[in-house]
């Protein structure tokens, strides 16, 4: 495969998942410091949550936070006895080595959500087909909005 061939690849599947990518980047960013989970009393925004729900499991439903039981060994369970995911217990979430990590993988994400839209500009601009590239970015959009709302 030649050099502009997979350039010319490379833009338009990036347009495609390019909405995608930066949802996927900001909501991943929102779950590196776990602000879509209820601690103490800090009750995250029920957008957060949803948003959260649509990252993790691919449905747009606010978790059922009453069907939540906290057992003491820090695991949570839900009320029917479900294991919920797993979080090591907070003194261990204290450590600065996790809190650096945490730290490094949000730049990273920072970075990701600056440079995707200069991807999707540089792609919806430096193309010869531009119906195509912008069917492709909004079809990329929709798609997913359509399948969740479905």
């Not at 347009?15 to 590196?32: C, D, E, K, N």
């Not at 009393?41 to 978790?63: A, G, M, W």
């Not at 820090?74 to 919920?84: E, K, N």
Request: aromatic share 10%; charged share 15%.
């Amino acid at each position: 495969m030649t050099l502009g061939r997979t350039r010319y690849w490379h833009s338009y599947i990036g347009l495609f998942i390019g909405p995608s990518v930066r949802f996927f980047v900001l909501t991943g960013a929102m779950q590196i410091f776990d602000l879509q989970r209820p601690r103490g009393n800090y009750r995250p925004p029920s957008l957060i949550e949803k948003l959260s729900s649509v990252h993790r499991d691919q449905v747009f439903t606010q978790p059922h936070r009453d069907r939540l039981i906290r057992q003491g060994s820090g695991q949570a369970t839900l009320g029917d006895g479900i294991p919920s995911t797993q979080h090591p217990p907070d003194d261990e979430k204290s450590r600065l080595p996790t809190l650096l990590l945490k730290c490094f993988f949000f730049l990273v994400a920072l970075g990701l959500a600056i440079t995707t839209p200069l991807g999707i500009w540089m792609g919806l601009t430096q193309t010869r087909r531009k119906p195509l590239a912008w069917i492709l970015f909004g079809a990329g959009a929709v798609i997913p909005i359509a399948l969740l709302i479905a």
